[in-house]
């Protein structure tokens, strides 16, 4: 017949090779997080006069490019995904100035062209950089700035958002919180770009871009991002729409429903 005491002693061991199992998970989580959030892809462009370079604080270049436009009302400061640069953006980037806008953007730390080491307060402060470049360099006033951020862009996006004015936010295939896109509920302390936090915060309108069937972050994500907004909000979820390539997906809708709020600013 089994003693209590040897259940308890089974039991007590039990937890402590979880407790010990969840330790090294969870600090296995944080030294890998930064190789996992920020995955440099291969550099698909060169130096040209199209980019500048931006000097940080802490001396650090910070690669950048701007698409202008004479005709456009707003200029996109534009936060790109983890898996790409400025020149695979440039690819793109076309298509927004042909719907009206002009687009400013830059490559996070050791992305493209860029110096040093990407983390969520480089990633950050960078964003900063940026949007001051636009209004002491390029001259566009705040309540023309329209800052967007994709994916990954959309921590350093709202980051930025709750900090310095702009006419609006948009936030596409964004997601709750870095960790989330992983392990659905938290589980580890450490979490990045905790976007569901600082929903509440922000105190200008915000346009939730998601599709319905993306697979890298899903759909979920951009809903609770949407409940959580208490600023006017506007949104465009896209019936089987993916996570890269929505806007070709959707067709002219998603250039209109941008558009339209946009235009509402």
């Given at each position: 017949?089994?003693?209590?005491?040897?259940?308890?002693?089974s039991l007590i061991r039990i937890l402590a090779l979880l407790g010990i199992a969840y330790v090294l998970l969870a600090v296995g989580t944080h030294f890998l997080?930064?190789?996992m959030i920020f995955p440099r892809p291969p550099v698909k462009y060169e130096l040209g006069p199209d980019y500048v370079q931006l000097t940080a604080p802490d001396g650090v270049k910070i690669a950048a490019r701007h698409w202008p436009n004479p005709q456009a009302k707003h200029t996109l400061l534009y936060l790109h995904g983890n898996y790409e640069d400025l020149g695979s953006i440039g690819d793109y980037m076309p298509q927004f100035v042909?719907?009206?806008y002009a687009v400013f953007a830059i490559d996070y730390r050791r992305y493209g062209h860029s110096e040093g080491t990407p983390?969520?307060?480089n990633a950050c402060s960078d964003a900063a950089l940026a949007y001051?470049?636009?209004r002491t360099k390029l001259g566009v006033p705040a309540d023309r700035i329209v800052i967007f951020g994709y994916s990954l862009g959309s921590g350093p996006a709202v980051e930025l958002a709750r900090?310095?004015?702009a006419a609006g936010l948009v936030i596409q295939g964004a997601f709750t919180s870095a960790y989330r896109v992983m392990t659905t509920i938290p589980v580890f302390p450490g979490d990045k770009f905790v976007n569901i936090a600082k929903m509440p915060e922000l105190k200008l309108p915000v346009f939730v871009i998601h599709g319905k069937a993306d697979d890298t972050v899903p759909f979920w994500h951009g809903e609770k991002l949407y409940e959580a907004i208490?600023?006017?909000k506007g949104k465009l979820f896209v019936e089987g729409g993916p996570h890269a390539g929505l806007a070709d997906?959707?067709?002219p809708r998603y250039w209109e429903e941008l558009r339209k709020f946009t235009d509402s600013l």
């Open positions: 017949m089994i003693k209590m005491s040897d259940l308890f002693l997080a930064g190789w042909a719907a009206g983390t969520e307060a001051e470049h636009m900090h310095q004015p208490t600023a006017r997906f959707t067709g």
